[in-house]
């Protein structure tokens, strides 16, 4: 997979491709450094879902929920302070993975030992000129 995302105003027609694309992938781990975009294509990814809440970044606490068009959950994790793997099990981490639930996870890198072996990691790029580009394997 790779989609570019030219500007922010492009971020919903990318996020419907990358939904388009993700097929029965339920675990996304989600690759960029800090200011990249990837809390902003959670929240257009959330949103093309039908979320109406507001997607902010669970930096502090760890995981937010939200409901989808189809009243599913839709979970987002930030694991940016999540120091040992211990303490991300202590969150119930393997319940969330297990729930069949779309899981959407920043900083990833941080809890890589735990992660289902199904999870799709999605690089997000910033490009010289301020784009982006969403980069998979898959």
């Known amino acids: 997979m790779n989609i570019r995302i030219a500007d922010e105003s492009d971020i919903d027609r990318a996020a419907a491709e990358f939904l388009h694309r993700l097929g029965d992938h339920k675990h996304v781990a989600l690759v960029g450094a800090m200011g990249a975009g990837k809390t902003t294509l959670v929240g257009a990814l959330a949103h093309a879902l039908g979320v109406e809440d507001d997607v902010n970044s669970p930096t502090f606490s760890i995981i937010n929920e939200y409901r989808d068009a189809n009243d599913e959950p839709i979970y987002h994790f930030d694991f940016y302070r999540i120091e040992t793997p211990e303490e991300a099990m202590d969150l119930g981490l393997d319940e969330y993975f297990d729930s069949g639930a779309l ?36």
Request: glycine residues 2%.
């Open 103 to 138: 899981c959407l996870m920043e900083w990833p890198e941080n809890v890589a030992a735990l992660l289902p072996d199904d999870t799709l990691t999605v690089k997000l790029i910033v490009d010289e000129d301020g784009s982006r580009t969403l980069i998979s394997e898959d």
